[in-house]
T-cell receptor, first 115, second 112 residues
Framework: ETGVTQSPTHLIKTRGQQVTLRCSSQSGHNTVSWYQQALGQGPQFIFQYYREEENGRGNFPPRFSGLQFPNYSSELNVNALELDDSALYLC??????????????FGEGSRLTVL | GENVEQHPSTLSVQEGDSAVIKCTYSDSASNYFPWYKQELGKGPQLIIDIRSNVGEKKDQRIAVTLNKTAKHFSLHITETQPEDSAVYFCAASNNAGNMLTFGGGTRLMVKP
């Protein structure tokens, strides 16, 4: 157990809808990173939040957005869902933002299916 | 940007044998190389990492080697056990806290 919790664990949406995924980081961690893992592939970096600010972004369109709250929990929002957005969305917490030297602790993910 | 290639994509070994997984990376600025184990229905879990100032690191049955000149690094698991069966991912970054670029994964099956 890493102490990183994600909700919901599974959800099904239809194309064009919007979804919000939630993550509670490990106690003491001020950084949250989100990754998308398509079936049979490695995780791909979406973005990182550090002290409530976006602190780096991967190659994802603006309809992927996020928030980090004062307690360091985070949300990932995806608008105008497409079939290719079907994936496992992983949240990882760490300490110190991009300059941090500690490992990432991953949650168990939210599996999104878009029909 | 960084690109990480991982081989093989599947690996089947007999219990007690050794397993080796290899990765190559493209960005010479990368200096942090973690390995993750992902079991079915779970998130990736860090099993070992290496930074560019060392060439080899060992933790019990697991070892990682790094060749910065050739831009490749490898995971070695000795005396494999059935509970080692999982998907293993290598990754690279220019700092432990920064974004990780993952390889495509290796499904390791250890037959009793």
């Amino acid at each position: 157990e890493t102490g990183v919790t994600q909700s919901p664990t599974h959800l099904i949406k239809t194309r064009g809808q919007q979804v919000t995924l939630r993550c509670s980081s490990q106690s003491g961690h001020n950084t949250v990173s989100w990754y998308q893992q398509a079936l049979g592939q490695g995780p791909q970096f979406i973005f990182q939040y550090y002290r409530e600010e976006e602190n780096g972004r991967g190659n994802f369109p603006p309809r992927f957005s996020g928030l980090q709250f004062p307690n360091y929990s985070s949300e990932l929002n995806v608008n105008a869902l497409e079939l290719d957005d079907s994936a496992l969305y992983l949240c990882a917490s760490s300490l110190g933002g991009r300059g941090g030297t500690g490992e990432l602790f991953f949650g168990e993910g939210s599996r999104l299916t878009v029909l | 940007g960084e690109n990480v290639e991982q081989h093989p994509s599947t690996l089947s070994v007999q219990e007690g044998d050794s397993a080796v997984i290899k990765c190559t990376y493209s960005d010479s600025a990368s200096n942090y190389f973690p390995w993750y184990k992902q079991e079915l229905g779970k998130g990736p879990q860090l099993i070992i990492d290496i930074r560019s100032n060392v060439g080899e690191k060992k933790d019990q049955r697991i070892a990682v080697t790094l060749n910065k000149t050739a831009k490749h690094f490898s995971l070695h698991i000795t005396e494999t056990q059935p509970e080692d069966s999982a998907v293993y991912f290598c990754a690279a970054s220019n700092n432990a806290g920064n974004m990780l670029t993952f390889g495509g994964g290796t499904r390791l099956m250890v037959k009793p």
